[in-house]
């Protein structure tokens, strides 16, 4: 994944290697994210990484498809706040 970083007038590339970049989650099967398995499920290094560089104390995290709760599970590693929601009822 290329990561663009506007310096000035100009813009800078470099490479982001998600699973590498987090380090509170040392591994995509880490802690509860391994509990079970559910189609296009988040590796957490994805949400953990936004989490890191944008969140701050006391934000609230959404997650309108919420799925197998990864952005949730993130949400409370990092201590923050979340409201997860799904429509798909085997997710309950």
């Not at 470099?14 to 040392?26: D, F």
């Not at 559910?38 to 290094?45: D, G, L, R, T």
Request: aromatic residues 18%.
């Amino acid at each position: 994944m290329l990561g663009k970083l506007l310096a000035g007038s100009k813009t800078l590339e470099h490479e982001i290697l998600l699973r590498k970049a987090v380090l509170k989650i040392p591994s995509y099967n880490f802690g509860v994210f391994s509990l079970y398995k559910y189609p296009a499920k988040f590796i957490p290094q994805v949400p953990a990484f936004v989490m890191e560089n944008y969140a701050k104390r006391g934000m609230k995290v959404f997650d309108p498809f919420a799925g197998f709760g990864t952005v949730g599970y993130t949400a409370r590693v990092y201590g923050l706040e979340y409201e997860l929601w799904d429509v798909n009822y085997s997710t309950l």
